[in-house]
């Protein structure tokens, strides 16, 4: 069970990025107040859970206006139960990351990490670690990976590769665009890109065979599966079951761990 909550990593890290900005006038139009859209997680047959990726509001950091975006992963079983929440601010202005939060609840274990991160400046701080760590050009964490990736424009046959994830040790991230499908999914039938990524460094995607993403082949880019094989455990898939302008009906998210 704890592959499952490592799919937090895998689903946001290859979210990649060029180096470009989204203008501070198209950011809201492209990423709405309220935006939700929820997941189906499955081990091969069996439900295990579901995701949700949310757009929170508009919020300040340091005096910057941000998009404040939110992932959750719930589920497990009688004997294990997992709650994951990941938080992001991203600058309107550069789309780069302001603050990221990691609040996770796995089984007996709970963990709570927080980043502030400072472009301008070329380093970021973390929770319970005296220092300055210097980060990457531009820096995103693994949730504004995943909203950037809605801006980019992917050909089919291109190979990616890009070193702004705010950790540099992991740098860098290869997206491979493989081709295009359609897939029947809970959510309807999408026409999708299908994209296959790699990560240098540690992480999820080193353990995972042959890992695959779909995205929509549209102006939205939202990811609508993702499958990951695992020697031991066979093969993990998240699959988009819904999609909501604006939260539906009985939408709650529980409240962030205090540090």
């Not at 990351?97 to 796995?106: G, K, L, N, T, Y």
């Amino acid at each position: 069970m704890r592959a499952l909550g490592l799919i937090l990593t895998a689903m946001l890290t290859v979210a990649t990025a060029r180096a470009q900005t989204v203008p501070d006038s198209t950011a809201p139009d492209r990423f709405p107040v309220g935006e939700t859209l929820l997941y189906d997680a499955r081990f091969g047959l069996l439900n295990l859970g579901e995701g949700l990726m949310h757009i929170a509001g508009i919020d300040t950091v340091r005096g910057t206006p941000t998009l404040h975006v939110v992932f959750r992963l719930q589920g497990g079983s009688f004997f294990y139960r997992l709650d994951d929440r990941m938080d992001s601010w991203i600058a309107l202005d550069r789309f780069a990351s302001r603050r990221f939060v990691q609040d996770f609840h796995e089984g007996n274990s709970n963990r709570y990490t927080a980043y502030e991160i400072f472009p301008d400046s070329g380093y970021y701080t973390q929770t319970g670690v005296d220092s300055l760590l210097p980060t990457s050009p531009d820096p995103l964490d693994d949730a504004a990976f995943f909203y950037f990736v809605r801006t980019l424009d992917l050909e089919v046959g291109e190979r990616y590769e890009f070193e702004r994830y705010f950790r540099p040790d992991r740098n860098p991230v290869v997206l491979e665009v493989l081709g295009r499908d359609t897939l029947d999914l809970p959510a309807g039938r999408i026409p999708t890109i299908l994209v296959r990524p790699t990560v240098k460094g540690r992480g999820i995607l080193e353990e995972a065979k042959e890992p695959q993403m779909w995205l929509s082949d549209d102006d939205r880019r939202i990811m609508v599966q993702l499958k990951l094989k695992f020697a031991s455990i066979a093969t993990i898939t998240l699959r988009l079951r819904e999609i909501h302008a604006t939260p539906p009906e009985g939408f709650t998210l529980r409240p962030l761990a205090e540090p």
